[in-house]
Nanobody, 126 residues
């Protein structure tokens, strides 16, 4: 059974940093797209960042560009989201997701993704 296991959420002050991890169990990411989305109560899941596993090409939402970095570790079969200069508006539940098809079309849409992590709460508050 494919599972995405997330870790690394928590409470941080504005301007601080956190790193989220998303590890695959059951198989390797191989040719997938891996993305991070976030969600606040009453709103749709919002695209944050994505990486194409094989090509290592990355994509970011404008709201996080220059502050967040998505990366991967091939040996650990893990994707990371390094979040710097965090703002209260970044507070949300963060989800990693895998699109096994691996093409570019709709990479920003949550509807494209096949598997999801359990979610990690990130709270930015003083």
């Amino acid at each position: 059974q494919v599972q995405l296991v997330e870790s690394g959420g928590g409470l941080v002050q504005p301007g601080g940093s956190l790193r989220l991890s998303c590890a695959a169990s059951g198989r390797s990411f191989s040719n997938s797209n891996i993305a991070w989305f976030r969600q606040t109560p009453g709103k749709e899941r919002e695209f944050v960042a994505a990486i194409r596993w094989r090509a290592r090409t990355t994509f970011y939402a404008d709201s996080v560009k220059g502050r967040f970095t998505i990366s991967r570790d091939n040996k650990a079969n893990t994707v990371y989201l390094q979040m710097n200069n965090l703002r209260p508006s970044d507070t949300a539940v963060y989800y990693c997701a895998e699109d096994v098809g691996g093409n570019l079309s709709g990479i920003w849409s949550h509807k494209k993704y096949d598997y999801w992590g359990q979610g990690s709460q990130v709270t930015v508050s003083s």
